[in-house]
Nanobody, 118 residues
Framework: QVQLVESGGGLVQPGGSLRLSCAAS????????MGWYRQPPGKQRELVAT???????NYANSVTGRFTISRDNAKNTVYLQMNSLKPEDTAVYYC????????????WGQGTQVTVSS
């Protein structure tokens, strides 16, 4: 089956940086849009950034200028470079992809914890 496996989360001080990775594997025919969502403690999941198969990007206002989403289509991998991190960025981060297999489905990673604290 198709899986999305995330890595790169951890604890960082305010102003620091982290790079998240998410690799898709399995019986994949194609991958359309990919993206990152996050869920802060006690809050609902929210969109962080998306990227199309042709590398067009879109960002939430709260992360514009600080975060960069990118992808490597040959590796079926999406990245999120996070700079100038703030305590309010603390959340579980989930990657997402629209993937064609025997059909077309939305797939989600297991989530990776990002904690920004001094």
């Amino acid at each position: 089956q198709v899986q999305l496996v995330e890595s790169g989360g951890g604890l960082v001080q305010p102003g620091g940086s982290l790079r998240l990775s998410c690799a898709a594997s399995g019986p994949i025919l194609w991958i359309n849009n990919m993206g990152w969502y996050r869920q802060p403690p006690g809050k609902q999941r929210e969109l962080v950034a998306t990227i199309t198969a042709t590398h067009n990007t879109n960002y939430a206002n709260s992360v514009t200028g600080r975060f960069t989403i990118s992808r490597d289509n040959a590796k079926n991998t999406v990245y999120l470079q996070m700079n100038s991190l703030k305590p309010e960025d603390t959340a579980v981060y989930y990657c997402h992809a629209l993937i064609g297999t025997t059909g077309q489905n939305d797939y989600w990673g297991q989530g990776t914890q990002v904690t920004v604290s001094s």
